[in-house]
């Protein structure tokens, strides 16, 4: 006769031979370790239209993401300018579609999929839809065609939309790469307010940014916008430094320090800050293949940029033991200590270690009759921190959050999991701030033709090419991914 003590134990070593109880079976490889802490999201959204035999993906709300207040599953995501591509003679813009209206998209993310549960189109307060034309007020000095060629000319409803806050009373902010300008939209999408660094005077709904943000480079505008974690304040994040901005070399653009904007919603006058990121690296010691494209605030009162290149993931020749493509992080940065280096600096009409300092309404905080990136005078991140400090400047301070690039790498280095080249959107999951949502600008699955020739001999239509991601035969689209950062590998934090 077997005792309950025996059956007891024979149950157990069944059970455990059924479930494999040793885990000899379970795959703990590098990839399936990184797999299991993401969550990919795919949007199923028709073609927006074709252009000649080229889809144009529906799939273009990835340049923010940003959580639907009290709606837990919910994001909203938006487009940029819309579909474009270089023209042929490499340096202007096509834009097939001259009335395309700039939108934002609420997505429902469940059972795998992102499903679009409302598209809201932006427009001026009139209700004149906007559009990716060029605004007259912020030359990005190119010129801008339809695809037969035409020029488009530039529009008042022009606006290149890149961060995102959708507010708790159903109101939008959004920043934009050509002003920059902060604009505030109510629920209907319709302008309400815009912050304005061509603003002369704070009237009415035209409220002054910093004015040295107008040197911001062509198309590399305020590419990121968050709300503070106490909820005052909307802080944005330049894409790049300033163009220009000074008169050593240097200032011609291949600066290593941008820019951050911190706005009171209360006081959007008088309550403005300005602080210094600097980029990192990208391999090749030069900072300038890095940007930013987005930044997010955390609980804790600071933030995430995210900084990439514009590659593909993946590894070069599709192999586990491949070098990398691509380069693309979380960076966590710290305003506390940061020096204010706005136009309400509490540092002007002081003297400091380099000198006498002052504001410039055209190039910002000056010390001793430098601008910042005069200051820096170096393309080097670190060599420009260290000169900034001499002169008594303190740039945020910044560590790695997460190398996402290789934790999509090491999936498939074939660059085929999340594998795109522009990251743009980071979201973090206000039930859970150990989970991040992260989505992708897809360029609406079109780029640019290989051609370099005058507008003028030119053939038109103009073509463009599908933009397809490494295996080289899938179109880009769009799609969103959640990362539980409890589960990520050390390794791709630190």
């Known amino acids: 006769m077997v005792n309950?003590?025996?059956c007891v134990a024979l149950a157990v070593t069944l059970a455990l031979a059924a479930c494999g109880g040793d885990d000899?079976?379970?795959?703990?490889?590098?990839?399936?370790?990184?797999?299991q802490?993401?969550?990919?999201?795919?949007?199923?959204?028709?073609?927006?239209?074709?252009?000649?035999n080229v889809p144009i993906v529906g799939t273009g709300y990835g340049s923010a993401l940003t959580p639907a207040p009290n709606q837990p599953g919910y994001f909203y995501g938006m487009t940029d300018r819309g579909p474009n591509v270089t023209a042929p003679d490499g340096s202007n813009k096509i834009e097939p579609d001259a009335a395309f209206q700039p939108a934002i998209a609420l997505f429902q993310l469940a059972g795998g999929k992102a499903s679009v549960a409302k598209v809201i189109g932006l427009s001026l307060a009139d209700g004149t839809p906007m559009n990716g034309r060029v605004n007259p007020e912020a030359s990005t000095a190119e010129t801008i065609y339809d695809m037969n060629g035409n020029v488009l000319p530039t529009s008042n409803?022009?606006?290149?939309?890149?961060?995102?806050?959708?507010?708790?009373?159903?109101?939008?902010?959004?920043?934009?790469e050509y002003g920059p300008y902060i604009v505030h939209f109510d629920a209907s999408g319709k302008e309400l307010l815009r912050l304005n660094p061509y603003s002369k005077a704070s009237t009415g709904n035209d409220l002054a940014l910093p004015g040295e943000l107008r040197k911001r480079k062509p198309n590399k505008g305020m590419e990121g916008l968050t709300l503070s974690a106490d909820g005052k304040y909307l802080v944005g994040i330049m894409q790049s430094p300033l163009d220009k901005n000074g008169v050593a070399a240097v200032a011609s653009?291949?600066?290593?320090?941008?820019?951050?904007?911190?706005?009171?919603?209360?006081?959007?006058?008088?309550?403005?800050?300005?602080?210094l990121y600097a980029l990192h690296t990208n391999g090749t010691g030069n900072p300038e293949g890095q940007a930013v494209s987005e930044i997010t605030a955390l609980p804790d009162g600071t933030f995430i940029v995210d900084e990439r290149d514009g590659n593909f993931e993946g590894t070069v020749d599709g192999t586990a033991s491949g070098k990398a493509r691509a380069d693309k992080n979380l960076w966590k940065l710290d305003l506390s200590r940061a020096t204010d280096v706005g136009p309400k600096s509490p540092l002007i009409g002081t003297t400091i270690a380099g000198g006498a300092v002052s504001y410039d309404p055209a190039s910002g905080l000056e010390v001793g009759g430098k601008t910042i990136e005069d200051l820096a005078g170096t393309a080097d991140a670190p060599a420009a921190v260290q000169a900034l400090g001499a002169a008594g400047i303190t740039v945020g301070t910044e560590s790695l959050f997460l190398n996402y690039a290789a934790l999509f790498t090491t999936i498939d280095p074939k660059g085929m999991y999340f594998g795109h080249d522009k990251v743009e959107g980071i979201a973090v999951d206000p039930a859970d701030p150990t989970k991040i949502y992260i989505s992708n600008d897809s360029d609406f699955g079109i780029t640019d033709e290989p051609a370099t020739v005058p507008m003028a001999t030119a053939a038109n239509p103009f073509p463009p090419s599908e933009k397809f991601l490494p295996d080289g035969k899938t179109q880009d689209f769009g799609e969103i991914v959640m990362i539980d950062l409890t589960k990520v590998p050390a390794k791709y934090k630190q």
């Open 253 to 275: 653009g291949k600066a290593a320090i941008t820019r951050v904007v911190k706005v009171s919603l209360a006081d959007p006058v008088n309550d403005v800050h300005e602080y």
């Open 4 to 6: 309950n003590k025996t």
């Open 24 to 35: 000899s079976s379970a795959d703990d490889s590098p990839a399936a370790q990184a797999k």
């Open 37 to 52: 802490a993401t969550q990919l999201y795919t949007q199923n959204i028709a073609p927006y239209t074709n252009w000649g």
């Open 157 to 176: 409803a022009g606006l290149d939309p890149e961060g995102l806050v959708a507010m708790a009373d159903g109101t939008f902010w959004v920043s934009d």
